[in-house]
C-alpha cells in the first residue's frame, strides 16, 4: 500500500533564487533556509512521486486542473531567467487513479494535455508556483516523478474531498510520496508592499498559521470570508486540498519560518501526523449543515423571500406569488431594489433596479433575485444544488437625490452617475471601497463614462437587510 509520508507548506516568491533576486534573495534568509531544509528531509524520505498543488497554473472555476502528458516543462524566463528551467516525468498512473476517485465524488478534473491547452488558450507547462518550491528540492533530490495540480475555484469542502482522493488513490497504488501545498499568505502586509495595504493582511497570517500549528482544521474552514478576502492570499485553497490529504489523522504543524519581509508572508511549515479514528469530513460537513440551517433560520422576510424566489423558480421554471408571510409595508411601498447572492464570501450575483418596474416591494424582491441567479452576464446561472450554500441579501434603496461630490459617503450613501444615456450605479458600504473617488471611479467604470465627461450624481440610501 502506498502513502503519503510528509507534507510541507511551501512559498513561491520568484525574488527567493538567486538567479531572480540577485541578491535580494538574502533580505528572506529565513525563507530559502527552511526550503533548504524541507529538501533535506524529503531526500531523506527518497519519495518516487512528489505531488504539489499550485495557485498559478490553469485555474478553473469550476474544475481542479490536472497536468496530464507523461512529462511537463518549465522555466523562470518571465522573471529573467530562463535558466532556471526544469523537465519532469508525471506519475500518470497515479494522476488516472485520483482523477478515478474524483469522479467517483462528482468533482470536476480538467487535464490539461498540449492539445487541450490550445482548446483552452493556455499555455501547457510548469509555472512559478511549482518551480519555485522544487528549485530547493532539486539541489538535494532529482529521482522523483511529480503530479502537477492547479487547485480549482470550487467550493471548500469539495477541495478538502479532492485531497482525500488523493489519499485514496496513493494507498491504492504503491507509490511513496510527500505533499506540498504552494501558496503565499498575505500580500498586503505593507504599504509599500506590491499590493494594497490591508490590516487584514497580518491577521489573516497570525490566523492562519496558529491554526496550522494546532491542527485545527475547523478554525482553517472557518476563518471568516471579510479575512480572507481582504488578505489578497493564494495559498489557503492549496491548503485546503492539504488537509483533505490528511483526513483521519491528527496532526499538528512544525513552523520552520515566516517572513513578511516584501509585504508578502511566506511560511515553510511540515505536519507532524498520527493515525486517528476521527473523520474530520464528517466534522466540517456538520458543521456546515449547522451553520446553513443557523443562517436561515436568522433571515428575515425580505431574504427570506428572495431565496425562496429563487428556490421556486429552479424548481418550477416560473415567478412565485407573493406569500402570505409578507407584511403591508412589503406589499404596499414601491422602490428600487438590488438582490446580492455570495458563496463563501465571493459574489455569485447580483441584479436590481435603482427605480421600481414592478406593483410593489415584495414583486421587485421575486423578480430581482430571479434575475440575479439566472440573468448576471457575469456569471454561470445558480443551480439548484448552490442554493443552500448561498448567502442572500436584499437592498431597498431610497428616492435618490442630487448631490455634489462633496456630499458623498461610500459607507453611507450609494451613488448614480449619469451623462446622457449612459448611467453607473454602485451601492454603499461595500467592502474595500473606502473613498468618495473609489467609489465614483467604479460608478463611473460601470456606466462606461469617461471621467472627463460631463456627468450628474445623485446619491441615495439603502436598507440593507441580510
Do not use: W
Not at 491547452?117 to 528540492?137: E, K, M, N, R, S
Request: charge should be negative; glycine fraction near 8%; include cysteine.
Amino acid at each position: 500500500m502506498g502513502k503519503i509520508h510528509a507534507f510541507y507548506t511551501m512559498p513561491h516568491p520568484p525574488i527567493m533564487i538567486p538567479e531572480v533576486g540577485r541578491g535580494e534573495e538574502k533580505k528572506i534568509r529565513a525563507t530559502s533556509a527552511a526550503c533548504y531544509e524541507v529538501a533535506e528531509e524529503i531526500a531523506e524520505i527518497k519519495p518516487d512521486t512528489i505531488i504539489i498543488v499550485t495557485p498559478h497554473g490553469p485555474l478553473f472555476s469550476d474544475a481542479v486542473a490536472v497536468s496530464a502528458e507523461t512529462t511537463i516543462y518549465g522555466n523562470l524566463g518571465n522573471f529573467k531567467a530562463s535558466q532556471v528551467e526544469m523537465n519532469l516525468n508525471i506519475n500518470i498512473p497515479l494522476l488516472k487513479k485520483m482523477i478515478k476517485y474524483s469522479n467517483e465524488e462528482n468533482i470536476l478534473t480538467a487535464e490539461i494535455t498540449k492539445e487541450s491547452a490550445l482548446q483552452y488558450g493556455i499555455d501547457y507547462g510548469l509555472d512559478h508556483g511549482t518551480i519555485i518550491p522544487l528549485y530547493f528540492i532539486n539541489k538535494k533530490f532529482v529521482n522523483y516523478k511529480v503530479v502537477h495540480i492547479t487547485y480549482g475555484m470550487l467550493p471548500k469542502l469539495q477541495l478538502y474531498k479532492f485531497g482525500m482522493c488523493i489519499k485514496k488513490a496513493v494507498e491504492d497504488s504503491t507509490v511513496d510520496a510527500v505533499f506540498i501545498a504552494s501558496g503565499d499568505l498575505s500580500h498586503r502586509l505593507k504599504k509599500d508592499g506590491p499590493y494594497e495595504y490591508s490590516p487584514y493582511g497580518e491577521k489573516f497570517d497570525k490566523e492562519i498559521i496558529a491554526k496550522l500549528k494546532n491542527g485545527d482544521v475547523s478554525g482553517v474552514f472557518n476563518i471568516d470570508y471579510t479575512t480572507v478576502e481582504e488578505a489578497g492570499e493564494c495559498g489557503l485553497r492549496s491548503f485546503y486540498i492539504m488537509l483533505g490529504a490528511m483526513n483521519g489523522y491528527d496532526i499538528k504543524g512544525n513552523l520552520k519560518a515566516y517572513e513578511g519581509t516584501f509585504g508578502v508572508g511566506y511560511c515553510v511549515m511540515d505536519f507532524s501526523i498520527k493515525d486517528s479514528n476521527r473523520d474530520t469530513y464528517k466534522q466540517l460537513i456538520e458543521e456546515n449543515e449547522n451553520r446553513i440551517q443557523q443562517k436561515i433560520q436568522k433571515e428575515d422576510l425580505y431574504v427570506r423571500l428572495a431565496r425562496e424566489s429563487l428556490t421556486y423558480y429552479l424548481m418550477y421554471g416560473d415567478y412565485m406569488n407573493i406569500p402570505i408571510y409578507v407584511n403591508d409595508e412589503m406589499k404596499k411601498a414601491k422602490r428600487g431594489v438590488f438582490v446580492s447572492l455570495k458563496k463563501e464570501g465571493r459574489l455569485r450575483g447580483c441584479i436590481g433596479t435603482i427605480f421600481p418596474v414592478t406593483e410593489n416591494i415584495a414583486e421587485e424582491i421575486i423578480r430581482n433575485a430571479v434575475e440575479a441567479g439566472q440573468h448576471d452576464p457575469r456569471f454561470s446561472p445558480v443551480r439548484e444544488d448552490e442554493l443552500r450554500e448561498l448567502d442572500f441579501s436584499v437592498d431597498v434603496l431610497t428616492k435618490p437625490q442630487k448631490a455634489s461630490k462633496e456630499e458623498l459617503d461610500p459607507k453611507k450613501y450609494g451613488v448614480i452617475v449619469k451623462s446622457g444615456s449612459k448611467t453607473g450605479l454602485l451601492l454603499p458600504d461595500l467592502d474595500g471601497i473606502n473613498t468618495v473617488d473609489q467609489q465614483l471611479s467604479i460608478a463611473l467604470q460601470k456606466g462606461n463614462i469617461s471621467p472627463d465627461e460631463d456627468y450628474t450624481i445623485e446619491k441615495f440610501e439603502v436598507i440593507r437587510h441580510r
